[in-house]
């Protein structure tokens, strides 16, 4: 199993800045590519970013491209997300997976707690 947790989540207004930070722990040599998803209120959780552990190939959302840049630190077992340009459309709790991807569509097996962050206008 691989635990996860997230930090660095707040409030900020629009066009502002923030990362967020995920580290992962357990079984982590097992990782094949880490995540993030988001949840708005009253809607479904959704794919933000992804990015392979081992080759740090990156994959967005339409939504994010450009603004949202997703990394990770190997030998700290830990991925970022540095989110700039930030509108109220991005405010959800955030949480970060180890993901796989099948048929197109990017799927979580281990996640996070989550963590908020809210864009106000």
């Known amino acids: 199993q691989v635990q996860l947790v997230e930090s660095g989540g707040g409030l900020v207004q629009t066009g502002g800045s923030l990362r967020l930070s995920c580290a992962a722990s357990g079984r982590t040599w097992s990782i094949p590519a880490m995540g993030w998803f988001r949840q708005a209120p009253g809607k479904e959780r959704e794919f933000v970013a992804a990015?392979?552990?081992?080759?740090?190939?990156?994959y967005y959302a339409d939504a994010v491209k450009g603004r949202f840049t997703i990394s990770r630190d190997n030998t700290k077992n830990t991925e970022y997300l540095q989110m700039n340009s930030l509108k109220t459309e991005d405010t959800a709790v955030y949480y970060c997976a180890v993901v796989g991807l099948q048929r197109s569509t990017w799927s979580g097996d281990y996640w996070g707690q989550g963590t908020q962050v809210t864009v106000s206008s």
């Open positions: 990015i392979t552990w081992r080759g740090g190939a990156t």
